[in-house]
Every structure is written in C-alpha cells, then in structure tokens.
C-alpha cells in the first residue's frame, strides 16, 4: 500500500547496481508470533558503477532492530528509512553491514516473502519478495553466494530447508533446533528459499552423465506422500532430457522439491529447492486428471530446466525476465512434444496463443516480450512474456535449425555462465554460432502486438506457376502507433489432388538433396513480398503456417471445401486442425442466426470414423473453439451470439453424428489399468469428447454421463462425466452428482477446487447465483489463490455468457472480491481483472464493464498491481 501515485520503470533507465554483495549469511529465528531475521552482508562497491554518496536499499514491511557496519552500531545520522528503502549516508568502498529485522509471515497474506502456507513457513522471493525478508540489493544482477542458518522449534517443524548443500544441524536445549546450508552457486536474491514445516518426503536418486549421484527428494504433508510418484519420474525424464538435448546436467548433490497449498503461481524454480503449488506436484489417478498429470510433468521439467535457462545464467533486470522464461517455455514445451505427442502439444500450445496472447497484445495491457517499462512487475508474467517470449525462440529454432540452434545455446551457457544478461546476448549467442544475421528478427523482442498476414495467391496455367503474394502489418498497441515488418518464418506446403507437391522455388536450383521438398520455410521479411513457385502439375490449395510456424494471425480466403480438402490430406497434423478450426468459426458464424452446414458435420463424420488418425488429435478437432477465441475474431464482440452459435453447431454435432459418436464411444471404452501414457491420455480424451456430444444432443447422452459418473475408476472420467452432467443434466441430476462428489473427495483439497471449478464453468443461466453462494461455502477461501482461481477466476474468464450477464452482476462479483484481495493479495487481485480490461470491445457491455473498472480504481489504497492494470485499461 502507498500514498504517492506509483511510478513507472523504464529499461532505458538501468544503471549497474553501486554495489555488489559477494557473500550473504543469513540466520532465522522462526516463531509463531515474529521472526527474526540477521542478516551480515560482504559489500563493495561496484567498479562498473559510477560511485555515489548514498547506497540505497531494497526493504518493504520490515522493523529494523539493529543494523551496524564493520561490528559497529550506525548512529542515526548515518542511515536513513522509508517504507521501501534504508539509505546507508557516505558508505565505505568495502565493508560488512548487519542488519537485525523483524517480520510477521504468520501475516502475511500476499505469499510474497516469507509466510505461512497451513502450518509450514515457506518463501517466495520472485520477483521483489525478498525485500520483506530483509534490507538488500533485491535486483537480479546482484549475485551472491549465500549461507543460510534457520533455527525453529523442533517439534512443529522438523524440517527446515534452505538452497545448496545441508553443512550442519543441531538440537539446542530449549526444544528448538537449526541447520546451516550453503548454496555455493552465486544467485540473486530472487532465488533464495527457505522451508521448514513438518514434512515428510519421498526419495531417489538420478546418476548424471558424468557420473555423479544427485538426491532428489519431494517433501509434502504425510497424507500426499502417496501422490509423488509421478513428479518423480517427471524430474528424473527432464534431468535426462537435459542432458541429451542441451548438454546440460545438473550441478549440485541435491535437489530438493516442495509442494505448499498457498501459492500464487505454479511453482518456482529456486536453486536447489524448487517450491511448488500442490496442484503442479501432487498426482494420483483416484484424484488427478490426465489434463493435471500432463501438467505436473510439465511444470516439474519447467522449473528443473529453469536451473540453467535462469539460474546459472539469470537475467540482468526484470525487463529481461523472457530471456530465462520465454527460453524455458520453449526447452518444456520440446520436453512435452517428446514424452508425448508433437502435434497434440503444438495444438494446445497454439491455442493458448490465440485464445490468451492474442487477446493480451490487442488489450491495453500489451507489451513486447521485451517491455520498455512496468510499474509492478508481478503484472509482466503474462502469457507474452511467457507464451510468446517461447514462440520467439521456436522461431529462432526453426530459422537456424536444430543443430545451428544447439550450437548457439552451448555458446549462450558457455559464455554466460554464472551471469545475469540481456535477450539480446541471447539472440547475439544464436547469432555468432550460426552466422545468421537476425537483426530484423529482433523486432519481435522489442515491437509488441501481433502482426498479421494476408496472403493471395495467383495460377499462371501455362507456365504452372503458382505465385503467393504474402503481406504482412501489425496493428498498433499502446506506445507503438507504427511497427516496422517483422522477420516470420512461414512453413509451408502444396496440395495437390494427389497429397503434397514437391515445391520449387522460381530461380533457385532445383532441391534434389533434401528428403522432404515438400514443404519449406519461407522467410517473409518485407511488407510485401512475392514467392513463385514452378512446374506444378494444377493449380494447388496452399497449406499455410504449418506447425504453426510464428505468433500470427494468418488470412487466406479458404473455401470450405478447400478447408475440408486440407482437413482430409495435409501430411501436416496441426494445418489439418487448423483447417477444422477455421471451418469450425465459419460454420459458428452462420449458426448465430441461421442453419448449420452439413459440410462440417460431414468433415467431422469422417474423422470420427476413421480409426488410423491419433485420437487424441481427432479429439482436439472435435474441440470447438472457445467463446473467448470467438470472441477476439470478432470486430465487436456479442457474447450471446457466440455463445448461441457455437451451442447450435455442439448440439447440430452430437444430433448429425449421434451413431458414430456413439460407436466410437463405446469402442473407446478400456478396463486397462490406468496409466497417463500418450496412448490412453488419447484414447480417453477422444472419448469424453464424444460424450459431451452426446450430452448436448439430449436425454440419452446425459444418462450415459451418469453412468460413467458411477462407473469411472479414475478421475479423468469421473470429472468429464461430472462437467458433462453440471453443464447439460437437469436440476435432480446435477445435484445428485455435485452431492455425491463432494462427500466422496471433501477431504482432497485439490479434487474440491475441481468440483468448484466445475460448477463456476457452467454456461446453464443462473449459475452466477451458485457461484456467489459457493463462495460462502466453508471448503472456499479467498486466501488460497487455487481456491480463487478455480471458482472466481474460471468463473471470470471461462464463463462468458455468465460473467457478461446483461445486469452487470457478473462484473459486481469480480469488483467486490477484487476489493478485497487488492488489501489481502494484490497479484491475485490484478490477475483477476483481465476480462475486464477487454471493455472497449464489449459493444452493448462496455459502459458497464468500465463503470466496473472505475469502481476498482476509486478504492482506497489501491495496490501497485491493481493500480497498473486498472489505470491502463481506463486510459485512451
Ligand atoms: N519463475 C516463477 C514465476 C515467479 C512469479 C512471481 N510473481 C515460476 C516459473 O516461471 O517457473
Ligand atoms: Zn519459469
């Protein structure tokens, strides 16, 4: 909380830090009334700083009990205090500062920090967090090697953890005890960590290449001890994959992973001791989908890869924060695709870009991967900086090739290790081990929005060429009124009647070397550019942006016989989805106020029935795009008639195709054991698809739902029969089930938020009113962000004909618990308000949903984070 208006940062603004601090020791005191923290810093100052007078400390919510230089106490005048910084007044050039502080994380409800999550203390210190533990240089250019002393009473938290190597431990005679750890690694404070709790753990171990023995362990609360299993195999695959794609092995005796309830995000990757939001570690089959089994396996190889994509090599300054999890993104998506299946992972991950970044780079909140300025940062780990900042590096991927691009990251760890930099020593790294000149590609670091391209095309039949002619222009976004073109690779291929043609550029020697010249790569760098191919037998039906190739949006005016064409033929498995999807809105399109075509029903009748496809990629075709996607398509957005639309085509599909949805339903069914491998994950996703379907075409549908509800051994099919059952079943339906599931799994707190989560999502009117009342229910807290996000947050962002309900209480609820979490948790808070800041589009909503923001931004003690959000989407 603050007075003043909060001010921007900029990146033009970054100056070296004035001092570096080469060791920090650290001792806790933990207690349930205060903790004490000591803190000896090693400063000097920094010789690539220009020197100064004053050096200026980071510290928020800290009581300041002693602080002394040398061993000796600072009289009064030698320091001065504000709410976020100590001053030190005329410094030595070397010295050693102490400073005594007192904190309450037993308060603390912003999980920022240090705090208490259920009975254990654990710690979050990315981005800023570490400045409520004590007074420091909290910036990630300042690197230390710190030494950590946590002393606890022993019976409430027999184990206390910290980064690095455990150096000793003992009991004292006062029923407390304490460990020493020392993380040899130099690391910004971002990425400290402490734990203690009482914990138990699962163990194993994992032989690097080279030889050496790592201890893994997964510390949970005993009742989850039966649930690590398949963190622990996720860990040992991505140490592996590790080391066999990138060369990377780990580089300490241990690593520690900690699952904690209280959580803001995923998890966090801090050197040794990696802290996770139990909903990304812990997996059962009685308990867990296989959409939250894919997830844990995701997230545990995320922060594992973290430890050289931001660790070892970290970031200079928080402008730069895509340079570690943009890369990463990227390492955990390859790490997906291998372990499961390529074009399943390339679908989803292109469907969060569409249906999440697009909209983020077309609102107010747009920023470029790398932004110019913030003024909290917690607001910048989007889905740009994220999301986008990985399609960046697949791009550089797919300009150099995979062993250009492995040459170029053996260079960037090489050459960077043990320091904090820029994208641009990224990009440069890439560059000198390539030869490539990627100085246009740059743009995409620093231009924010998403370009798009128009393509037409032209059939010269007595020469057979076929000339695409390939536009591209970006809109403007906040800051940027004009951009200039962007370098994007665009896969492509030729159909023809017979499949694919073999591609020949005019004017380039013919390619008879390469195994596959029927699709390529082409480079599209003006803002208007021509590509000729030659000596084709008839006119083709172009497959563009295959694999999704780069961040666009792409325009081609297809036929719907020519999408069904590509849908049936392209070798290309995300260009054949792609092409359903886009019949799919055209099809949508008409709904919203006429019939449906049969065309589709027709192209999805084949699909269905044809058992040599994945089907776990038919199952991602019969997926309908979201409202929200439908929604950032459209000029002004009219939730009712996307909702209405897309209804119209479900029901159209589960009436049209009723037999063969049934079929494949029934064929699908397995008494297998459950494993969450590619092959079932398939099997069963395919198979709830079609019982969604089912549902929606009436009764019959509904009653089978009820009986996998009652049947399902495991909670994938338990949880899709549920959804299906709250989404279509009658009033005694619902409630039978919603009854039945919550007795049975009340205990499993993760398996709640699922059934809160369930219930938030369902488009049937009047469900505002159960979410409201589902708020007061005694298992709903506002202080577990997994709670908030599965009841508000689903409810505000993947409800939309609920949420823009025509009497605006949809966005009252969103003002009043965001009122209260700006107080109690202000990243959650911000978080919350993304649908809203997609006013302008709103037709017939917009002066509601900005009344709403102005609400927001009339309260009292706004927070930073809320602040940002609220005042950039109200400004012109
Ligand atoms: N680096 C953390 C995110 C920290 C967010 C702080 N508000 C998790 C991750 O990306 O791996
Ligand atoms: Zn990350």
Redesign the pocket.
């Known amino acids: 909380m603050r007075d003043a208006q909060p001010n921007a940062i900029y990146l033009k603004d970054y100056q070296p830090p004035a001092y570096l601090i080469d060791e920090t020791h650290l001792d806790f005191q933990l207690a349930e009334e205060q903790t004490v923290v000591e803190a000896r810093l090693k400063l000097r100052r920094n010789p690539a700083a220009e020197p100064a007078d004053v050096l200026e400390l980071d510290g928020a919510e800290l009581e300041l009990l002693e602080i002394e230089i040398d061993g000796t106490p600072l009289d009064e005048g030698a320091y001065t205090l504000t709410d976020e910084h100590l001053h030190l007044l005329s410094p030595p050039e070397e010295f050693e500062l102490r400073c005594v502080t007192r904190i309450a994380p037993q308060d603390n409800t912003s999980l ?1 920090g240090l705090y208490k999550s259920r009975t254990m203390f654990c710690t ?1 210190c ?2 800023e ?1 570490f400045r409520k533990i004590t007074y420091y240089l909290d910036r990630p250019d300042v690197m230390s090697v710190f030494t950590v002393r946590v002393e606890a009473d022993s019976e409430r938290y027999p184990v206390l953890l910290s980064n690095g190597n455990l150096v000793d431990s003992k009991a004292t005679e006062t029923g407390r005890h304490w460990t020493l750890w020392n993380d040899p690694f130099p690391k910004p404070a971002y990425l400290f960590a402490l734990v203690a709790g009482e914990l138990e753990k699962v163990s194993d171990t994992f032989t690097t290449t080279s030889g050496r023995d790592v201890a893994l362990h997964i510390f949970v609360e005993a009742k989850d001890l039966d649930k690590c299993d398949h963190a622990m195999r996720s860990l040992k695959h991505s140490m592996r994959w590790d080391e066999e794609v990138y060369g990377r092995e780990y580089d300490l005796d241990v690593f520690n992973i900690v699952a904690v309830d209280d959580f ?6 801090n050197k040794s001791l990696n802290i996770f939001n139990t909903s990304c570690v812990l997996a059962h089959p009685d308990t867990t989908t296989d959409q939250a089994f894919q997830r844990v396996e995701a ?1 545990v190889a ?2 594992y890869f ?1 430890n050289w994509s ?1 660790n070892r090599v970290t970031c200079r300054d928080w402008f730069q924060l895509s340079l ?2 943009g890369f ?1 993104v990227f390492r955990d998506a390859e790490f997906s695709a291998d372990m499961g299946s390529r074009a399943v992972k390339r679908v989803e991950d292109a469907t969060v870009l569409r249906s999440i970044q697009f909209a983020e780079d077309a609102g107010p909140m747009s920023h470029p991967v790398r932004p110019d300025s913030y003024i909290e ?2 607001n910048f ?1 989007t889905v740009t900086i ?1 999301e986008k900042g990985a399609e960046v590096v697949r791009m550089i991927h797919t300009l150099l090739g995979p062993a250009d691009f492995r040459r170029g990251s053996d260079l960037y760890f090489e050459r960077h290790d043990g320091q904090a930099v820029t994208c641009e020593d990224f990009v440069a790294a890439m560059e000198d081990a390539s030869g490539r000149d990627l100085s246009q590609f740059r743009r995409w670091y620093s231009q924010a929005g998403t370009p798009e391209l128009a393509v037409s095309d032209n059939w010269d039949e007595a020469t057979g060429t076929y000339t695409l002619t390939v536009s591209q222009h970006c809109p403007p976004t906040p800051g940027q009124p004009e951009k200039e073109p962007f370098h994007i690779p665009l896969k492509m291929g030729l159909l023809g009647d017979a499949g694919s043609l073999r591609l020949q550029i005019e004017g380039e020697a013919a390619d008879t070397e390469s195994e596959d010249n029927t699709s390529r790569v082409l480079e599209v760098t003006e803002a208007s550019q021509q590509f000729a191919f030659s000596g084709l037998p008839e006119r083709p039906v172009p497959s563009l942006l295959r694999a999704f190739s780069a961040p666009v949006k792409l325009h081609y005016p297809y036929t719907r016989e020519q999408l069904a064409f590509i849908m049936s033929r392209d070798s290309d498995g995300f260009s054949r989805w792609d092409a359903s999807q886009q019949l799919a809105i055209q099809v949508i399109g008409d709904a919203q106020s006429g019939a449906v075509d049969p065309l589709l029903i027709d192209a999805f009748g084949s699909l269905l029935q044809d058992d040599s496809l994945d089907p776990a990629m038919v199952a991602e075709t019969l997926r309908m795009p979201s409202e929200n996607y439908l929604a950032d398509l459209a000029e002004t957005v009219d939730v009712e008639a996307i909702h209405r639309g897309r209804q119209a085509v479900r029901t159209a599909i589960g009436k049209g195709l009723n037999e063969a949805l049934l079929q494949r339903y029934r064929a699908l069914a397995s008494d297998a054991s459950y494993q969450p491998d590619s092959a079932q994950v398939a099997a069963r996703s395919l198979r709830n698809s079609c019982l969604a379907y089912l549902a929606q075409a009436g009764e019959a549908g509904v009653e089978l739902a009820m009986a996998q509800y009652h049947e399902a051994a495991n909670m994938t099919d338990r949880q899709a029969a549920l959804a299906t059952v709250v989404n279509c079943g009658n009033e005694a339906q619902r409630t039978e089930l919603l009854e039945d599931f919550y007795q049975a799994w009340q205990h499993e707190s993760l398996v709640v938020n699922q059934w809160f989560q369930v219930q938030a999502m369902c488009p049937q009117p009047g469900n505002l009113e159960r979410v409201r009342a589902l708020m007061e229910h005694p298992a709903f807290s506002l202080r577990n962000p997994n709670k908030v996000r599965a009841l508000v947050g689903a409810f505000c962002s993947a409800n939309p004909i609920n949420f823009h309900r025509a009497d605006g209480a949809g966005y009252q609820l969103l003002v009043d618990v965001v009122t209260e979490l700006n107080a109690t948790n202000p ?1 959650i808070a911000s978080r919350l308000l993304t649908p809203l800041t997609r006013w302008r589009r709103y037709g017939e909503r917009r002066e509601q949903m900005r009344a709403a923001l102005e609400a927001i931004a009339a309260l009292p003690s706004l927070s930073k984070d809320v602040y940002e959000v609220v005042t950039k989407s109200l400004t012109d």
């Not at 803001?264 to 990757?269: D, I, K, P, T, Y």
Request: hydrophobic letters at 25%; zero cysteines.
């Open positions: 920022e979050q990315e981005a967090g803001n995000m995923g998890a966090m990757e997230v995320h922060e973290h931001g570690k999890e990463t940062i917690s780990y994220y990243q």
